[in-house]
């Protein structure tokens, strides 16, 4: 099986900054994108970065310039540097990782998994 482990959320005051990581794990022949996905109460869960296995990246407009995505591919590690925070990022982050699991890729079998997700809290 594969699990994301997340970490590094927790409460901040407005213009601070926070590191997240999601570590995948498990039999992993490859992941081809992992991002990071928030949902506020009341608010639908939306995408706040994506990253591929070969770097390219897309972000939310409301976080352009403040937050960066990045990957550790050798680790299967995903990062979520999020400075700058305002009150409104307030929300739990849920890490996503789409890939293939298995020893071999000829008996390998995709995989599309979730976090349990980690709360950020932003003070104002």
């Known amino acids: 099986q594969v699990q994301l482990v997340e970490s590094g959320g927790g409460l901040v005051q407005a213009g601070g900054s926070l590191r997240l990581s999601c570590v995948a794990s498990?039999?992993?022949?490859?992941?081809?994108?992992m991002g990071w996905y928030r949902q506020a109460p009341g608010k639908q869960r939306e995408l706040v970065a994506g990253?591929?296995?070969?770097?390219?990246?897309n972000y939310v407009d409301s976080v352009k310039g403040r937050f960066t995505i990045s990957r550790d591919n050798a680790e299967n590690t995903v990062y979520l540097q999020m400075n700058s925070l305002k009150p409104e990022d307030t929300a739990v982050y849920y890490c996503?990782?789409?890939?293939?699991?298995?020893?071999?890729?000829?008996?390998?079998?995709?995989?599309?998994?979730w976090g349990q997700g980690t709360q950020v809290t932003v003070s104002s």
């Open positions: 996503n990782a789409d890939g293939r699991y298995g020893r071999f890729y000829v008996s390998s079998r995709p995989f599309n998994i």
């Open positions: 990253i591929t296995s070969g770097g390219s990246t």
């Open positions: 498990g039999s992993i022949f490859s992941i081809n994108a």
